[in-house]
């Protein structure tokens, strides 16, 4: 057996282990972020006293899946020693002050199976990426063992490659050890570490460079994953050192960042009720002075300033009245419902603008759409063999001409050919087959009122 010592222990973190067992149980109190069911999870490493709130913010986030995490993927950036490829050690176990964290000797193997992935030792030497989060790992999941990956000089088609085939389970968590921009006064750093963040959260893996984050390769090589998976990323926390604890002239910035099932994710009761009421309040708004409210992001939760597409339907007695919304995220979530619930009272093409009277009277509901997904077909027949009732939601466009139902439409028109049919109509095409002419993309949605 072959137990690696701990590097960084005295300067990035405390050497005592009550010391450092107080510092990361604090970390993890003091974040102010629900339960996420996450997949993967991206979280900064730098010395605890600068970016040990925001690690405790991405942490904390999973805290919940204590019980069931087994394996944990851990990859991050080389920052002293140059190589080409994918670093894992061959020692057996990492060892900080509150113990050893053994290694999951079948992954590894798993990975070394990729001819990117290599035995590296001296790629650990003295690396700090992946030791900061171990303490946090022994705290939350004391039975996880892990699999250290240290990212060199590589494409980030493979560090997505190998990520898929360590992937796993819910057994299986995945940990990017990332900080964001560096060396930057305090405003120029929030503006490059927003721009980051927003590449992350509309899954743009191109977007994602060694300007905005130093394990940018990691980063973007989960980005891609989770656009195969379709994923929704999310922004817990974002601050920097000059937040935390140094001055501002010269700073380091941190983000933390979740990664959960498109699919199945939930925004909690709370933020979707902040949704809601701002949706209400931008027509009592429009009703009394012709135009939305005035936003201040800032005030709403990270959850909410997360860049989302969204669709905001109003109906008057049951019946449509609008339904306005953006295919892409293009605006921070909160301003992007505002913006949608004008459009819809006011500017939907099928409907004269809304009177005060009605605007008094409206229901409204929201939907936060998944990221729209090219689906491949060669007839209708095939087309709506791979649609899900009840589920998936579906746009087509051809040429100039193109229409989108929410999944909350199979309610109204539970037959697939209607349901296909009635979306041909609403995009002004013939009820003719679509294959060959048209495209089609398939989504979910979150929809609540």
């Avoid at 946090?136 to 240290?150: E, H, S």
Wanted: hydrophobic share 45%.
């Amino acid at each position: 057996m072959t137990i690696r010592a701990p590097a960084v222990a005295g300067t990035f973190y405390p050497a005592n282990p009550d010391a450092l067992d107080r510092a990361v149980r604090g970390a993890l109190a003091a974040a102010q972020v629900e339960p996420v069911p996450a997949k993967a999870i991206v979280a900064p490493h730098a010395g605890y006293i600068y970016s040990g709130p925001i690690a405790g913010t991405s942490f904390q986030s999973v805290a919940h899946l204590r019980d069931r995490i087994r394996r944990i993927v851990l990859i991050g950036p080389t920052h002293r020693m140059h190589f080409f490829g994918i670093a894992v050690p061959t020692a057996t176990g990492l060892a900080t002050p509150l113990g050893t964290v053994a290694i999951d000797h079948a992954g590894v193997d798993v990975a070394l199976q990729d001819p990117d992935v290599r035995l590296i030792d001296a790629a650990f030497d003295g690396e700090h990426a992946l030791e900061v989060e171990l303490p946090f790992i022994q705290v939350l999941f004391p039975r996880a063992a892990v699999v250290p990956l240290i990212v060199g000089e590589t494409s980030v088609e493979a560090v997505e490659r190998v990520l898929a085939t360590l992937w796993g389970g819910p057994e299986t968590l995945i940990i990017v050890s990332s900080d964001l921009s560096h060396y930057h006064d305090y405003d120029a750093a929030r503006s490059l570490d927003l721009i980051t963040s927003q590449a992350i959260e509309v899954i743009a893996p191109a977007r994602v460079d060694a300007n905005g984050a130093c394990g940018h390769r990691a980063i973007a090589g989960l980005l891609r994953r989770a656009h195969e998976l379709d994923l929704r990323a999310t922004t817990r926390d974002l601050r920097n050192s000059g937040d935390t604890r140094g001055p501002r002239d010269r700073v380091v910035g941190y983000g933390a960042y979740t990664f959960e099932d498109a699919e199945t994710a939930r925004l909690a009761d709370s933020h979707r009720r902040m949704l809601v009421d701002a949706a209400y309040a931008t027509l009592r708004h429009i009703a009394a002075k012709g135009r939305p409210p005035e936003l201040n992001l800032l005030s709403f939760p990270p959850a909410l300033r997360a860049q989302r597409a969204t669709f905001v339907t109003i109906e008057l007695g049951g019946q449509l009245r609008g339904c306005v919304g953006t295919v892409a995220p293009v605006a921070p979530l909160i301003a992007d419902v505002v913006a949608n619930t004008q459009k819809a009272a006011l500017q939907d093409h099928r409907f004269n603008p809304m009177s005060a009277q009605e605007i008094s009277q409206a229901t409204i509901s929201i939907s936060i759409l998944s990221h729209l997904r090219c689906q491949p077909f060669v007839s209708d027949a095939d087309l709506l063999d791979r649609l899900r009732p009840g589920v998936d939601g579906l746009m087509i466009r051809q040429a100039d001409h193109r229409a989108l139902f929410l999944p909350k439409v199979w309610s109204d028109l539970p037959s697939p050919p209607d349901f296909l049919g009635r979306l041909k109509q609403k995009a002004g095409l013939p009820n003719v087959p679509l294959a060959g002419t048209a495209s089609a993309f398939r989504f979910t949605a979150e929809t609540f009122a």
